[in-house]
């Protein structure tokens, strides 16, 4: 077994979808819950959950007491381990990207990567001007049945 990294988004993600943390956007909770998920298989196949402890500071107390179990380590993030995650952060995405644009146009996922682009640049449309905002209002999603 190992000893598994969980950033501090997932964990806020999954905070809110337990209910300890006010969930703001009602059409990100499935987001919230796939964040859970991940934090649950660290839990089940790791032999301990680290988190660096460098959320915000008046946060910083809750979190351990809610968190407070054998499975979890919290650990001060120095600005040299900063530095190291912030290279692999980095060259993590540009590998992501170039697999993206690749299986885009070729491959056994190409036709996935295709519907993904085009609601990606949809949702960018819709942020742009009004008409995703009518299609939705039509189809009868809105505030209030999201």
Request: proline share 3%; charged share 30%.
């Amino acid at each position: 077994m190992a000893d598994l990294l969980i950033d501090n988004a997932t964990i806020s993600s999954s905070l809110r979808a337990l209910g300890y943390l006010p969930i703001a956007k009602k059409e990100l909770l499935d987001v919230d819950q796939a964040a859970l998920e991940r934090l649950t298989e660290a839990m089940l196949l790791g032999d301990s959950v680290t988190i660096p402890d460098n959320y915000q500071e008046q946060f910083r107390d809750e979190r351990k007491r809610i968190l407070h179990h054998d499975c979890f380590r919290h650990v001060p993030v120095t600005d040299d381990i900063k530095v190291h995650l912030e290279k692999i952060s980095t060259e993590t995405c540009k590998l992501w990207r170039d697999a993206y644009q690749e299986g885009a146009s070729k491959g056994s996922l190409a036709r996935y990567f295709e519907l993904a682009d085009s609601y990606f640049k949809n949702v960018w449309r819709g942020t742009q001007d009004s008409a995703s905002y009518l299609v939705t209002g039509y189809l009868g999603v809105g505030k209030e049945n999201p």
